[in-house]
C-alpha cells in the first residue's frame, strides 16, 4: 500500500469525467486500498479516483463510526434522493477551503464493491453527503462550484 498525490485545486484532471471500471483486477484493489489509506492518513470522509489522478469511476468514503468499515464503491449511480441539508463541506483536493452547500438528505446508492457484488447502500446524513460529494466528483463536478455563495472560508494551513 502506498500514500498517493491528491490533485489539487487548478488540476484540470479534477474537471473530467470518470470512466466506468470494467474489470476489477489487481490493479483496482491495490488502487483501493492506496486510496484508502492516503483518505485515512489526511483524514478525509472521502475521495474519488480522479483525486489521486486516476480517471475510474471509483470512490472510498468513511464516516469513521465505530464498527462501520470505509465504503468502497465502484461505478456508483444515486438511483434516488429526498430531502435537502445545507451542511458546512470541504475536499481534499482543496485543503484550505471550506464553505457550505446543499446536498441530499437522504439517498440510495447503487454500486459494485470489491468483489464486483452489487450492493445499494441506503445513506442519510453525513453519509449522503459524501456519496453526493464524491459521485460529484467522477463527473468533473466540484463543491466549490455549488457552494452558497458568501459561505466560503478560506484557512491557513497550521504549521506542524
Ligand atoms: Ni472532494
Known amino acids: 500500500m502506498a500514500i498517493r498525490i491528491i490533485r489539487e485545486e487548478g488540476d484540470e484532471i479534477l474537471k473530467k469525467r470518470s470512466r466506468e471500471v470494467e474489470k476489477i483486477d489487481d490493479k483496482i484493489l491495490e488502487l483501493i486500498q492506496d486510496m ?3 483518505m485515512h492518513k489526511l483524514n478525509g470522509v472521502g475521495l474519488a ?6 480517471l475510474k469511476r471509483i470512490v472510498v468514503i468513511d464516516i469513521y463510526e465505530e464498527g462501520v468499515p470505509p465504503f468502497i464503491l465502484i461505478n456508483p449511480e444515486i438511483i434516488k434522493t429526498k430531502g435537502e441539508q445545507t451542511v458546512e463541506e470541504g475536499c481534499l483536493s482543496f485543503p484550505n477551503k471550506f ?5 441530499p438528505k437522504e439517498l440510495v446508492v447503487r454500486a459494485l464493491n470489491e468483489k464486483g457484488e452489487k450492493i445499494e447502500i441506503k445513506a442519510k446524513d453525513l453519509l449522503a ?18 457552494i452558497i455563495p458568501g459561505t466560503l472560508e478560506i484557512v491557513t494551513p497550521e504549521k506542524d
Not at 49 to 54: I, P
Not at 130 to 141: F, I, K, M, R, T
Open 36 to 38: 484508502i489509506e492516503t
Open 49 to 54: 479516483a480522479v483525486q489521486v489522478g486516476v
Open 99 to 103: 464553505a457550505k452547500v446543499v446536498r
Open 129 to 146: 453527503q459524501a456519496v453526493s460529494h464524491e459521485v460529484d466528483h467522477l463527473n468533473g463536478e466540484l463543491f466549490i462550484d455549488k
